[in-house]
């Protein structure tokens, strides 16, 4: 990967983020309250993310090493996958094995596939956002030039008791309408990102 090439991931992913993840909410065991604008490296407290609308975002787990809390409170990962997927395996096996604390997000009814494609402007999955970056389509060099941008570690650094949440759906479930994915390989459009490299589903 180029030098500008670089400067340029990382001059997207800061302005992407600059505005949402902008103030942070401290609470200190002994339940003083601190408002920040920088990740903060406090190992015991609790901390949320108050977004531009006043919404707040949990921090996660005080017990991951500060590199870590701070690369995921700038720029949080969220992987967008479908059930019998296999590119979906493979691009959550990558986050797995380079330590990377992320949030899965299943596409399971037509309203979480329309809500995919509002959010990344495609039905491909898997799909994976990096702060506000959207990355469509399993293609691992891209995903890492992105997560080192990010200040994610090359090597894991994830404690081994550390599990991802819960699998949740990208929107409330629609029991009656689901989305079925067809298995035919998608195409990004080449201004917004490759071609997936291992290949995806398109709905």
């Known amino acids: 990967m180029s030098a500008t090439l670089k400067i340029a991931v990382a001059a997207a992913l800061v302005a992407a983020c ?13 339940g003083s309250i601190t408002y ?18 006043g919404e707040t975002t949990p921090l996660g787990d005080a017990s991951l090493p500060l590199e870590l809390r701070q690369a995921s409170a700038r720029y949080p990962v969220q992987l967008y996958t479908a059930a019998d997927c296999p590119p979906c395996d493979n691009a959550r096996a990558l986050l ?3 330590g990377v604390p992320y949030r899965e997000r299943r596409i399971a009814s037509d309203d979480d596939t329309l809500a995919l494609e509002r959010l990344t402007g495609a039905r491909t999955v898997p799909a994976l956002t ?10 691992p060099a891209d995903w890492n030039s992105y997560l080192d941008a990010a200040g994610y570690p090359k090597e894991s650094k994830l404690p081994r008791s550390w599990q991802p949440p819960p699998v949740t759906p990208l929107t409330e479930a629609a029991p009656a309408r689901t989305a079925r994915p067809a298995t035919e390989p998608a ?14 589903f398109r709905f």
């Open 130 to 139: 990096v702060g506000q970056q959207v990355l469509r389509g399993l293609a």
């Open 18 to 30: 600059s505005s949402a993840w902008s103030l942070y909410k401290v609470i200190e065991p002994d």
């Open 36 to 53: 920040t604008d920088r990740p903060p490296a406090a190992a015991n407290a609790r901390i949320t993310s108050l977004g531009r609308n």
């Open 187 to 200: 195409s990004a459009s080449p201004a917004e990102a490759p071609p997936p490299a291992e290949g995806g």
């Open 96 to 98: 797995q094995q380079r």
